[in-house]
């Protein structure tokens, strides 16, 4: 958990908010199309609009959201989950949650204000899910 909170720390010391390379604090792929480090800088049209027409929050429920990828988004197909992630089982006793002191929220939080307001994040780390 402390070197999540350092490398938190580490990028936005590296890519501040408002900087040039704020994008880079998620991503060096394509970063020179994104003008911020949000998720939905990887949605949005050149007008700042949402450019899809579904966004599955896979952080809540994968399962769920895969159900719903395969039935509303991709009728037919026939997908299926091939597994159980290894990593599910793996740490499953560890929340997300847990990873984050005060200031690595606070800073994820800043590099991601957009996101909270696009996509209905709560502004509180929900530690019961």
Request: net charge neutral; hydrophobic share 40%.
């Amino acid at each position: 958990m402390l070197r999540f909170r350092q490398w938190v720390r580490d990028l936005d010391a590296a890519y501040p908010v408002g900087s040039p390379r704020s994008a880079l604090f998620t991503s060096m792929s394509a970063a020179s199309a994104r003008s911020d480090a949000s998720q939905f800088a990887w949605v949005e049209d050149t007008s700042g609009n949402l450019a899809v027409s579904t966004v599955l929050r896979l952080e809540t429920s994968f399962q769920h959201s895969f159900a719903r990828l395969s039935h509303d988004c991709l009728p037919g197909c026939g997908l299926a989950l091939p597994h159980v992630s290894a990593s599910a089982t793996r740490v499953a006793s560890r929340h997300f949650a847990d990873y984050y002191d005060a200031t690595a929220e606070r800073l994820v939080r800043l590099q991601t204000v957009r996101d909270f307001g696009a996509f209905g994040y709560s502004e509180h780390l929900d530690r019961s899910s």
